[in-house]
């Protein structure tokens, strides 16, 4: 899955704006949910 430039870009405004300055040392996955339906047990 890829994500437009526009995508990409929203999710840096939104990063840079007040209330993300502790956020630090970590990894942001933009896979429009994939890896986590990957990792977590579903409910059947």
């Known amino acids: 899955m890829s994500f437009s430039p526009d995508e ?11 209330g993300h300055e502790y956020l630090t040392g970590c990894d942001i ?9 990957s990792v977590t047990k579903q409910m059947e």
């Open 29 to 37: 996955i933009m896979d429009g949910g994939k890896y986590a339906m």
């Open 8 to 18: 990409m870009a929203d999710l840096i405004v939104k990063l840079l704006t007040p």
